[in-house]
């Protein structure tokens, strides 16, 4: 299977910046896409941002011009980096990445362990 982790969760205050990294391992995997997702207390988890192999970009209207997806395929990591952050963007984050694994190419959908980001206000 694939395995991924996080890190760069903190505490910030409002307004500043944080940056998220999200490594992949495995054998013999290929990565369609890869994302970040965030769950709040009391709430469902919600798509964040998204990457695709091709580079193509999706994020939720409450991030947008704030949050940055990017990702580095000789690394085979994915970054967000938050900025003009908000208190409601307190979450955990959680990485998550979907293609294919081994020789037979069975599909695979992963996820990290989460990161805790805190905005004070």
């Known amino acids: 299977q694939v395995q991924l982790v996080e890190s760069g969760g903190g505490l910030v205050q409002a307004g500043g910046s944080l940056r998220l990294s999200c490594a992949a391992s495995g054998r013999l995997f290929s990565i369609n896409s890869m994302g970040w997702y965030r769950q709040a207390p009391g709430k469902q988890r919600e798509l964040v941002a998204a990457i695709s192999s091709g580079g193509s970009t999706n994020y939720a209207d409450s991030v947008k011009g704030r949050f940055t997806i990017s990702r580095d395929n000789a690394k085979i990591t994915v970054y967000l980096q938050m900025n003009s952050l908000k208190p409601e963007d307190t979450a955990v984050y959680y990485c998550?990445?979907?293609?294919?694994?081994?020789?037979?190419?069975?599909?695979?959908?992963?996820w990290g362990q989460g990161t805790q980001v805190t905005v004070s206000s």
């Open positions: 998550n990445a979907n293609g294919w694994v081994g020789t037979r190419r069975s599909s695979y959908d992963s």
